[in-house]
């Protein structure tokens, strides 16, 4: 393989990484091999890898002191230089290796350091690990539903990603769980699924344990031909890769088939094979299951004295092993061989031993299911805990997301309320407008935009009443064009309209604020003055005459003066509104008569210049 390079030495070691036909030592010599290469060009992160690789294979083969070596020392480097997913890698390896050492609290926390960080990673590929090696674990400890819980999520996640050899993983420990749980048959159904993923993977050694698996799952519910095909499956492929340890293991479990089939001398024969093996591998809980089924099998062909052999060799191993179930399997071993010898007495003695042990053995196994269903129902609520205050957190945020919506609803709702509020008083405004607009309609001549008729009579009117009270003079002046019609029949109805409009102007300019003024009619028109003498009045007309006649009219000559002639009356004790307006009306008529452009007083008259 070219490894000259750092990119090229790490794409191998992915290669390698994925690889399931290469043989577990050659595995691990080629890793070894690149560790020392990677350490000589100080390519530490091609190290860390292969490291990672080499303990995950070491854990596998449960050489697990060596596997323990390089996770002490290469966890802590992974996690400083930040490659999380070697850390994660070697986290996994680490659990397996307190796993191994039974239940206790050291698991609990890894374990829950781990689901934090699964959570970080979703439902990638290294999530899906955490939760497989979780889940795996928590099955070696018995914990069943918890185990169950975290390879289904495992087994989503490698679904998705398709990950083949993880999948088929995640169903060999779905499968050990309904083993576990007595049903055999869903256990069976997940360890074909999982044979046949790695058949299609031509990955013999997982292959190997998944028939072994499979065999001693048919031995359990006495199938014996499928579990004897299988088995044989398993010894087939273990020797083709030349996994020696799948070898033995195959031979095991052949040997505890046909120790069920009461077939002692086929199993005698493969025990003895395998225990030569355990010794020399040093695997002593083995080897005394061997030495144990060896046993077994002497008592069941009558050999007494083999069997009896076995005892103090199962003696020397129990005191390596100091495991309690052990010394309970021995002491039955031994009171059995003595009452077959016929000594009774130690046989009794043996029972009483047994007896004893079973009982204590019963007391202590009842307090670690305690300890363990403590530990689990501690979690439980820790977990409940957690759940309760992230729910807490949501609804917090739910909370505050309503009050959020809440305050842009009511800056919404004050916003239209605003804009209402506005309309409403634009409309309300312009309401006033109109109605003061269309007051003044009825009380202004539309032509000329002076007071007209009724506006007039009712300034004239409230003039005259204020008078009347005060006491003070009024007096009315009724004023005509004169020869009007001949304007309107000379230069059009539209100029005489604009002489009308002229006179008007004339009169708003010319007349203070307290005299009033009004179109009366046609070309007549009123005055009501209050406190104003003749001599007032006669320079009121004037000024209106001369401002008159000064101004521009549109499409009349400006040379030809108009004139116009007024007959005034002024009030007196009781003479009523009407009365006097038509006094003026017959001094207008003297007015006209005597030659018009003049005032005519009641008794005098004064000609405008
Ligand atoms: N252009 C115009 N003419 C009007 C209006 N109102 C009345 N007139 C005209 O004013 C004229 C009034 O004429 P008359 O009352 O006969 O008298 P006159 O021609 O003014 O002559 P004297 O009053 O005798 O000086 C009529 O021809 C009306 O048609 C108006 O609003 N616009």
Redesign the pocket.
Known sequence: QDISTKEKMSAHIDILTEDNVMLPKDMIAELDQLIIVSKQNNWLENEIKAQTLKAEWLAFLEKLPTASTIVDKYLPIAQQQKFTRLTVRLQLVRLSIYDSKGFNESVELHISQLLDSAKQWGTNLEAGSIYSAVGHSYLMHGLLDKSLIYLKKAYEIFVTHNDQANLSYALNSMANLYADLEDYETSIKYLHESLEINKAMKDKLSSSIIAHNLGTTYTKISNFEQAKSYLDESLKLALAIEDDIGVVWAKHALAELYVKRKLPREALALFQQVVVTFEETGENRELFNSRIGMFDCYVLINELDNAQAQIPLLESLLKKLKNDSYRLELDKRISQINYLKGDFKSAYQALLSYSDESERQYAKEKRQNIQKLKVSFDTEIAEQKSKALQKENELQQLKFEQQSNERTLWLVISCMSMVIIVSIVFLLVRQNQSKLHYKSMALRDT?TQAPNRRAILHNAEILFSQAKSEGSSFSIALV???????V?DIYG?DV??EV?KSFASACKETLRKEDNYGRYG??EWLFAFNNLAPNDITTIFERIHKTFNLTNIKGYPAEKHITFSAGVAFSSSNKSLQTLIGEADSHLYKA?ETG?NRLVFADECHLLS
Do not use: A, I, M, Y
Request: no cysteine.
């Open positions: 032509l005509d064009l004169d020869k009007f019609k001949k309107n109805h005489g309209d009308l046609g070309e006209k018009r």
